[in-house]
């Protein structure tokens, strides 16, 4: 079902009650995590899965996160292992996502593992979507709540830019802390980086005491979601540009002459909280983008990872 208007709510207790309604509809609403805002609907209900898809214009291919609001809810649907406990120890709530085997029993809709025998499952630590899945009592399905392949949104604003007008509703609470979309690791076999993400690399190997091994670029198997070219802008990106050409706006990083800088003090969390926000403003201005070179320790791998998918050939 389709709605013709979108209602606003804010995170107060009436308006996540009203989201927690919706949702139990397989109504589809956007709400806030602390990576960015996800675009929910019940993840048991394969219409609501179904019109996820049809509102952002997502390709089939690409399952969706399962947000649950605790260890233990997730353990309904995933078969839990020891790397799982250490990782959800350490990080949950919080920016990380797990890929687990499917358990026996799971209800999940196969729209929302797009048919693989695996679900990405996460607990997000913002306190408006914890009430949000503790009142829904089930498994959120919610991909950033932006277009398929644009930018991502960090503000109840970017979403109502992109979706206004399809999706029963947003939960307005402000800016996203994190502003990059979680890191997802796959627990099947050995343990694997399949998307760079609001918790460092290096964090994750320290608590699982292994290295991770990583995801090819574009190997769709391993992570269906990595198309080349996403969190596209309208204007090209140019990358490690040291200062503008031509009509270019340039999006710093460190104490540079810039249009917009990600952090003047070079803080790689301030620029990952900065990033969607401000490719978003420099987008509206209809002009190209160059962007200062990003160090890739830490979360400015995550930051490089999305730059250059932003830069990358657009496929239509
Ligand atoms: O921070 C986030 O993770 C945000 C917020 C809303 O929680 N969500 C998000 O979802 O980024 P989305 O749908 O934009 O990205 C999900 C990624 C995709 O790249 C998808 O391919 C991958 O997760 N994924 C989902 N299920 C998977 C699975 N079973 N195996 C491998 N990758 C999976
Ligand atoms: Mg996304």
Known sequence: MIPNSTQYLNADPAGIAAA?????????????????????????????????????????????????????????????????????????????????????????????????????????????????????????????????????PTTAAHVRAGLDGRIAAVLDDGPCSVGLESTIVGLVGTPALLRPGGVALEQIETVLGTRLAHHKPGDLLTAPGQLLSHYAPDAPVRLNATERRGDELLLGFGSVDCDRNLSARGDLIEAAANLFAYLHELDGTGRPIAVSPIPSEGVGAAINDRLRRAAAPRNS
């Open 20 to 152: 927690a309604d919706l949702l139990r509809q397989g109504l589809l609403v956007a709400f806030p995590t602390e990576t960015v805002y996800g675009l929910g609907g019940d993840a048991r209900n394969g219409e609501a899965v179904a019109a996820i898809y049809a509102a952002k214009g997502r390709p089939s291919f690409n399952p969706l996160i399962a947000h649950v609001a605790s260890v233990e809810a997730a353990k309904r649907y995933v078969e839990w292992s020891d790397n799982a406990e250490q990782l959800a120890a350490a990080f949950w709530p919080g920016p990380l996502t797990l890929v687990l085997p499917l358990r026996a029993g799971h209800g999940v809709s196969s729209l929302v593992t797009a048919g693989l025998e695996t679900l990405a499952v996460r607990v997000p630590a913002h306190p408006t979507a914890r009430a949000l899945l503790s009142a829904v009592d089930g498994p959120v399905a919610a991909p950033s709540a932006n277009p398929s392949g644009r930018i991502s």
